[in-house]
């Protein structure tokens, strides 16, 4: 199979991207002060903080940061319109989440940077697909982990009750 060019998959937006995240890198900071510094370069104002409702408290500080710091900030939890699970998959009960209720909140908002706090997997997937602007992700939901995914590679074995087929 023939190598692909590789530098002609990239369209203007994603070397837009590219050159603004390069021009942003700071390794002395973290990773809220990375994003803000990213949308600072990149002329962003406006900023979507798409979340689950198990994040909250912290969406709202985050919407606090922002707002400090001269941004638009728009939050919008995953209960979005209350829809009946139901409604998208028969025979589901409950009030399921609405990803892409959540990307199409924020389009109607006009962000220019979307954040996603601790969507479900699957739901961050829709989210991305729906999203209209760019879509980084700050936390990762992992209920075992305590929301820190990494920690499963520090306790990786090779043994059979680890390895999922």
Known sequence: MEQPNYPELYNQSD???LKTAEDALNPRIDRVNELMEYARTANINTIGIAHCTTFNREAEQLKALLTAQGFVAETVNCKLGKVPFTDIVEGYKGITCNP???AHYLAEKKSQ????MGLC???DMIFNQHSAAPTTTLIVKDRKLKHNPIEAFRTLTPSAENTQN
Do not use: C
């Not at 940077?113 to 996603?116: A, E």
């Open 121 to 123: 997997v699957g739901h």
């Open 100 to 102: 892409a209720g959540q």
């Open 113 to 116: 940077l979307n954040i996603v």
């Open 15 to 17: 070397k837009f991207i």
